[in-house]
C-alpha cells in the first residue's frame, strides 16, 4: 500500500482522477492531515463512504508509533524513539524555545558517512527516509505534545543531501500551504559537505538555512574525523557555500564540534577565521558529545570561550550550542543504538 504521506497535492489530485473522483478531495483529505491531525480516514467526516472504502484498501497514513519519550528535566527538551511500519527506529528531538517549538527529525535509518564522533553512523545505513517519513515525525510529534511545530532542523540521523531527492521533496511539502505550511526560513538542513547536492539546493532557490558540518580549518585535520573530507575538499566545499550564499543571500552556518586537544586550539582558530573570511556566515561552536564507542574529549571551557573570542575578533560572528537535553542522550544516535543494544 502507498503511504498517502508521500504524495504531493498535486499527486493526490491525479490519484482521485484515476478513481474518477473530483480533485477537491485531496485538498479535504490534507486539511484532515495536516491541519487536524486526524489520521484515520473513517475519521474524515465529509468524505463519501464509498471513497473511505477505497482509501482504506488502498492507502495508508503512515504515522510512526512512539516506541519510547524521555523528556529532559533540565530543560523539557523531549526526545522520541519511533518505529516505521518495518521495525525500524528513529529518533527525532523537540526542542522548546520562547519563540515555538523546533523538531529535530531524521532523513536516513542510520548514516554510511562515517563521522568518527557521531553515533548514528557506527553501524552504518540502513536505508533512506521516504518525504512521507521524514514529514511523519512532525506529525506524530505534534500530536503527542498537542502543539504546532514551527521551526525544523534537519539535523538527526542520516546525511540528507545523501538522500536528496526526498529529502528535497519533503521541504516542498512541508513549506506547501495545503500541508504544514513550515516557512523557509525556519527550516535548516545540515549536511557534512555533499559538493555537488549543495549547488543543486541552492539552484532551488528556496530560502531555507544551509549548516554545513566543517569542524576542521584545514583538509588535513577534515579527513582524520571526517570521510567525505576525502572526497571533496575544503576548498570545493566553501566554492559551493559560496555559490549558495550569491543565489540565496542566506547566511551560512558552520558547524563546528571542539574536541579537546583536536581541533581546538587558536592556531585552528585563527585558521577557520582566515578560512571563513568575507563569507556571508556564522560559526557555531559544539562543544563534542562524547559518545562512549570514541574516545574523543570534549574541549575545555576555557578553550571553548579562547576560540570564540578570537573568531570573534576576527570578525566571524560565534555562538556556542546551549547544550540542550544531555540528561536524556538528546545527541544523534545515542538513544536508537542504546535501544537496539538492549533489545539484541
Ligand atoms: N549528516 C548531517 C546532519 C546530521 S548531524 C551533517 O553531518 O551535518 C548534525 C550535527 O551534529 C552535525 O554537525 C554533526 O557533525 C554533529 N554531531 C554528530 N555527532 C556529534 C557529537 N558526538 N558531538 C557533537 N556534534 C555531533
Known amino acids: 500500500m502507498q503511504n498517502i504521506l508521500d504524495f504531493?497535492?498535486?499527486?493526490l489530485q491525479l490519484w482521485m482522477k484515476s478513481k474518477g473522483q473530483p480533485a477537491f478531495r485531496a485538498k479535504q483529505i490534507f486539511d484532515w492531515i495536516y491541519n487536524k491531525g486526524i489520521f484515520d480516514f473513517n475519521k474524515m467526516t465529509n468524505l463519501p463512504k464509498a471513497m473511505i472504502e477505497s482509501l482504506n484498501e488502498e492507502l495508508i497514513i503512515n504515522?510512526?508509533?512512539?516506541?519510547d519519550k524521555f523528556i529532559?528535566?533540565?530543560d523539557d527538551t523531549i526526545k522520541f524513539?519511533?518505529?516505521l511500519h518495518d521495525g525500524n527506529l528513529i529518533e527525532s528531538v523537540v526542542m522548546k524555545y520562547s519563540h515555538g517549538n523546533s523538531i529535530c527529525i531524521s532523513t536516513q535509518i542510520g548514516c554510511r558517512m562515517g563521522c568518527k564522533f557521531c553515533a548514528s553512523t557506527i553501524d552504518g545505513m540502513v536505508r533512506n527516509l521516504s518525504s512521507g517519513e521524514i514529514i511523519s515525525q512532525i506529525l506524530l510529534a505534534q500530536s503527542v505534545l498537542g502543539e504546532r511545530i514551527s521551526n525544523i532542523v534537519l539535523m538527526g540521523s542520516g546525511e540528507p543531501?545523501?538522500?536528496y531527492e526526498n529529502v528535497k521533496k519533503f521541504l516542498y511539502l512541508v513549506n506547501a500551504p495545503y500541508s504544514l505550511n513550515i516557512g523557509q526560513r525556519h527550516i535548516t538542513l545540515s549536511t557534512c559537505g555533499i559538493v555537488p547536492n549543495i549547488v543543486d539546493l541552492a539552484n532551488e532557490d528556496m530560502q531555507i538555512t544551509l549548516a554545513i558540518s566543517l569542524h576542521a580549518p584545514n583538509d588535513f585535520i577534515r579527513k582524520q574525523s571526517m570521510p567525505i573530507a576525502n572526497k571533496y575538499s575544503i576548498s570545493e566545499l566553501l566554492g559551493a557555500c559560496k555559490y549558495y550564499v550569491d543565489k540565496t543571500n542566506r547566511r551560512i552556518t558552520f558547524e563546528y564540534a571542539l574536541i579537546n586537544g583536536f581541533n581546538?586550539?587558536?592556531?585552528?582558530?585563527?585558521?577557520?577565521?582566515?578560512l571563513l573570511k568575507g563569507l556571508l556566515c556564522h560559526v557555531n561552536l559544539i562543544p563534542v558529545n562524547e559518545i562512549k564507542e570514541r574516545d574523543f574529549k570534549k574541549s575545555k571551557l576555557e578553550n571553548i570561550n579562547k576560540f570564540k573570542e578570537c573568531l570573534e575578533s576576527k570578525g566571524i560572528p560565534t555562538t556556542i550550542r546551549r547544550e540542550m537535553g544531555s540528561d536524556i542522550n538528546a545527541a544523534c544516535g545515542q538513544l536508537r543504538r542504546s535501544y537496539i543494544e538492549k533489545n539484541s
Do not use: F, H, R, Y
Not at 8 to 11: A, K, S
Not at 63 to 67: A, F, K, N
Not at 264 to 274: M, P, Q
Open 8 to 11: 504531493t497535492l498535486e499527486e
Open 63 to 67: 504515522i510512526p508509533q512512539v516506541v
Open 72 to 74: 529532559s528535566k533540565q
Open 81 to 83: 524513539l519511533m518505529s
Open 161 to 163: 543531501l545523501d538522500n
Open 264 to 274: 581546538d586550539g587558536i592556531k585552528e582558530a585563527e585558521e577557520l577565521s582566515k
